[in-house]
């Protein structure tokens, strides 16, 4: 797994996907030294082996599970993902701010899913408005644990970026509250059905 941001949403990011889906090797970069360093004791406390890269610019080609928080007043990652990656993109919740290079995020649109927390994506999504997508077309949270939309359905093997906001509750949280029934796995919002499925996620790089 790589972190892009090591404040208070990398952290509980990270403490989200060890409980959740047992990741035990973590790659965080920051801006700083120190907060990443701080982020990477924290995760071997937790039982996951961390280290602090200068550049993550190689990652996304590489790990399934990429996360970005970061200030968003800049790219962070111009790196094109891997074909079954999980991107949690965080931080840019303005149509100013940016974490990810339009090239990538029309890369992932294109071959694989995007969906937004909620309907305020079209109008605040960075990520997506600086791509030139039509951000009312990604399913929201909600569309995908009602299972409302085709689109909520990626193709499998598929990369999925989640556009999520540093204000929501957890993982979409303020969504899922005003969800209802929810009749999709959750693990298929997180996670691509092949990743997940190919070998414990213990075993591999993530």
């Known amino acids: ?58 990652a996304p080609a590489h790990h399934p599970l990429l996360l970005t928080c970061t200030s968003a007043q800049a790219v962070a990652l111009h790196g094109l993902t891997r074909s079954d990656a999980f991107v949690a993109a965080v931080s840019a919740f303005t149509p100013q701010m940016v974490e990810w290079a339009p090239g990538v995020v029309r890369a992932i649109a294109a071959s694989g899913t995007i969906i937004v927390d909620t309907r305020d994506a079209d109008h605040e999504a960075g990520d997506l408005l600086q791509a030139g997508l039509k951000v009312s077309a990604p399913a929201t949270l909600r569309d995908v644990v009602r299972d409302d939309r085709s689109q909520a359905r990626a193709p499998i093997p598929a990369s999925m970026m989640f556009k999520r906001w540093p204000g929501r509750l957890g993982f979409g949280g303020g969504a899922l509250r005003h969800a209802g029934p929810i009749r999709t796995p959750i693990k298929r919002l997180s996670i691509p059905r092949t990743t997940l499925d190919k070998e414990p996620l213990h075993a591999r790089r993530l």
Do not use: C, K, W, Y
């Open 1 to 58: 797994m790589l972190i892009v941001g090591a404040g208070v949403q990398g952290r509980a990011h990270l403490e989200a996907f060890i409980a959740g889906f047992d990741v035990r090797d973590v790659r965080i970069a920051s801006h700083t030294r120190a907060s990443p360093e701080a982020l990477a004791t924290h995760a071997r406390a937790s039982g996951a082996q961390s280290t602090v890269v200068d550049d993550p610019n190689p």
